[in-house]
């Protein structure tokens, strides 16, 4: 049994060693600092001081009970993730439906989809906020005026009421391109036999693609979900470019703009740890159940 076991691992030392190289960036750039996130969130510490106080679950504790703006927070957070999930999907979905078919022109339509993507997230932010948010000379409120719907125009950014979903359909912009891409490669794997026998039973194109390329899209779509879902939990970048995070009054406060401002502002890292250690469950949990909600519908048909 030894022999075969060090046969075994002879003939597969050079995997190994190709392994060892990205496990080790897993583990130092991943591993390591979610474990001293979950570790310190158990002490008190300013991030500088070398002496740091353990006080077990206080942190949590005081999450749950002395910060009303987590709460705040937390309903920002999901409200910007459902947004982008449905944004993502059902924008990114169409736009595959529509150039899934390899051709230059198609090719040109991805590549103008996909740009955003690969688009500094700094630039992104600064032209929307300028560009097209601006109440006084930006495009959406002059457009409106040109249409003679001046009762629609607003501080986009600074209106409560719009200022959390309008950074929102910034982030499905920048995210379209995403999407699209991984809904083009589950389209592309559907065989073409099946739109073939779809027309001979006479179906058209809309009952083909709802009956037969929706169902069949069901795993990308699941993937695409959880996807979104990271992004949304972790979106810090255009939220504090934009708006800051709402600092005066929280009204595009989120998760990880609360995090950054405990622990960069206010020097309070093991809080702002517990934050860090409440997003990664939520991600967990909400990835795990929706995973499993899909296995059970799969399994049930």
């Known amino acids: 049994m030894k022999s075969k076991t060090k046969a075994l691992l002879k003939r ?40 740091m ?4 679950m206080k942190n949590y504790v005081d999450l749950f009970t002395k ?9 920002n957070t999901l409200v910007y993730t459902v947004v982008l999930m449905i944004g993502s999907n059902l924008l990114g979905l169409l736009a595959a439906l529509f150039i899934y078919k390899p051709s230059k022109l198609n090719n040109i339509f991805r590549t103008i989809f996909y740009l ?30 040109a249409l003679h719907l001046d009762a629609l125009t607003t501080a986009w950014l600074a209106d409560p009421n719009t200022a959390l979903v309008s950074v929102a359909v910034v982030h499905v912009w920048q995210n379209l391109g995403f999407s699209m891409i991984l809904y083009i490669a589950g389209i592309q794997e559907i065989p073409e036999e099946l739109y073939e026998s779809a027309s001979i039973e006479g179906a058209n194109r809309v009952q083909y693609i709802w009956h037969i390329v929706l169902p069949l899209l069901r795993r990308v ?14 979106a810090f970048g255009l939220i504090f470019i934009m708006t800051e995070g709402g600092s005066a009054t929280g009204v ?40 499993w909600m899909i296995r059970e519908r799969g399994s049930v048909k």
């Open 53 to 56: 106080t353990f006080v077990g």
């Open 221 to 234: 779509a699941s993937i695409v979900m959880i996807l979104v879902l990271i992004f949304g939990m972790r």
């Open 116 to 145: 955003p993507g690969v688009l500094a997230t700094v630039a992104i932010g600064s032209m929307w906020t300028l560009g097209v948010y601006n109440p006084n000379f930006g495009m959406l409120n002059t457009v409106l005026r």
């Open 12 to 51: 597969n030392a050079a995997y190994y060693a190709f392994l060892a190289v990205p496990m080790a960036l897993y583990f130092v750039f991943f591993f390591y600092p979610n474990f001293m996130a979950l570790v310190w969130s158990f002490y008190k510490w300013d991030g500088l001081s070398p002496e």
């Open 252 to 291: 595009t406060e989120v998760l990880t703009t609360m995090q950054f401002r405990q622990g960069f502002s206010y020097r309070k890292v093991g809080f702002s740890n517990a934050i860090a250690v409440m997003i990664l469950f939520v991600v967990v949990t909400t990835s795990a159940v929706q995973k």
């Open 67 to 75: 910060s009303s703006l987590f709460y705040q927070a937390f309903g």
